[in-house]
């Protein structure tokens, strides 16, 4: 995408760049500013997060969805910024970090206009990932994955034909909950869950990592970015995260990626795909001093939330706009204190056995399924 040759940088529109991702991504800009300039810059409202970067950065837009921006410094304000930034003129790359079912319109509008999107926020793609890649199609954009396991597929898929793939092995670290007695899970607490053995994220997707929900996430997701079905996409428990996916061959060949963890790297990759150029900052692997690498069947009956979702996903239709939104709404409840960890899976099980149904191929229905699912957790949480 990013010729190793280009002069001028390329500019990029970072949606949530307050986020663990959007300063991952400015750390990655650092160190390649000849290559690489935030034209945008947005946060939901975390104002005085965003005023420090944009002091640095100096970009040319600047929104934020629900803050307020500080007297006279000429920000945009509202759910709107995100499409205008997505669509700024002079960025190149939307680098869609922002959490949740919220990015899913600035996608959208990227890809419309042609542009490239370097997608973190995998929601886009579990709500309406029908939709999404038919418009990338229509509008001439592309959708690149920045997910660690989604960049390692996409690694390990360059210049394959996707008629010598037999199946994608996709790597999970098992969460903070992976050797605890299934019994133990439901009476997580917050500060349990937040504890992500691996990676340093958000809270949303590091609540995700506990349940596994993540991980039917990034199967939706991983259907959709390389058109495989559902019976050829697997999940293997990898509890050091070094190996990041696996892709299997039909003549038996296996083929992986590997690096020590930290999203800066499949960032960069996201910006300089097809190539890629040097200095990640992230630390060599040393395969010796790393010592052993471990897989493990996941353990289906600890965390039904990965079922829930992937049956969400070969169901199709609305069922995983259903399902992330039920999921987006009972981990914030559980963030807030209002459920406990066991009741995340019961109520997403709840809205889907009364949603799933539902009619979810246009971009309406879709979005109306997520609000009908969204309903259906709030309106049960006080009982
Ligand atoms: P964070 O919660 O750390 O950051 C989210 C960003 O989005 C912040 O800038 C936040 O602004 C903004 N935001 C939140 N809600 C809204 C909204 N309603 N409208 C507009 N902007 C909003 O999340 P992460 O960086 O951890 O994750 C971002 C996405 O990337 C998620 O989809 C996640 O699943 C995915 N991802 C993350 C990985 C990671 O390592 N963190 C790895 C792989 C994927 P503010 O700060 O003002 O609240
Ligand atoms: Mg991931």
């Not at 930034?85 to 949740?100: C, I, K, S």
Request: contains cysteine; charged residues 20%.
């Amino acid at each position: 995408m990013v010729s190793p040759h280009t002069r001028d940088p390329v500019g990029v529109s970072l949606l949530g760049s307050t986020g663990s991702i959007g300063t991952s991504a400015l750390r990655v800009f650092a160190r390649h500013p000849q290559r690489f300039v935030p034209v945008a810059l947005t946060a939901n409202g975390r104002v005085d997060a965003l005023a420090e970067q944009v002091a640095t950065w100096k970009p040319s837009y600047v929104g934020v969805v629900s803050g307020e921006p500080p007297a006279g410094s000429g920000w945009h304000r509202g759910p709107d910024c995100l499409v205008e930034a997505a669509t700024h003129p002079d960025a190149q790359v939307v680098l869609n970090a922002v959490v949740g079912a919220a990015g899913l319109h600035a996608t959208l509008a990227a890809l419309r206009a042609g542009r490239t999107v370097a997608l973190a926020n995998k929601e886009t793609l579990v709500v309406a990932g029908e939709v999404v890649m038919a418009t990338a199609r229509t509008g001439g954009g592309t959708v690149v994955p920045v997910d660690s396991e989604h960049s390692a597929i996409l690694q390990c898929l360059a210049g394959r034909r996707p008629e010598e793939v037999r199946r994608l092995i996709i790597t999970a670290s098992g969460g903070p909950f992976r050797t605890w007695p299934t019994a133990r899970i439901s009476d997580a607490t917050v500060a349990d869950a937040l504890n992500h053995p691996t990676w340093r994220m958000g809270s949303k997707i590091t609540i995700d990592s506990a349940t596994l929900a993540n991980k039917a996430l990034e199967v939706i997701e991983a259907h959709h970015l390389f058109g495989v079905p559902y019976d050829r996409i697997e999940v293997v428990v990898h509890p050091q995260s070094i190996v990041h996916s696996f892709v299997e061959f039909i003549d038996g060949s296996v083929v992986a990626q590997l690096g020590v963890p930290s999203m800066e790297l499949p960032i960069l990759y996201a910006l300089t795909h097809p190539e890629r150029i040097a200095d990640s900052g992230v630390p060599r692997y040393d395969p010796v001093a790393a010592g052993s690498l471990q897989f493990e069947p996941v353990r289906h009956d600890a965390f039904p939330t990965l079922t829930l979702g992937i049956e969400a996903g070969r169901a199709g239709g609305a069922a995983p706009a259903v399902f992330n939104a039920a999921n987006e709404e009972a981990v914030a409840a559980f963030l807030q204190g209002a459920l406990t960890f066991g009741q995340i899976p019961v109520r997403i099980a709840s809205a889907l056995e009364a949603l799933a149904d539902r009619p979810g191929r246009t971009l309406e229905e879709l979005l109306e399924a997520d609000a009908e699912a969204r309903r259906h957790v709030q309106s049960r949480l006080s009982c």
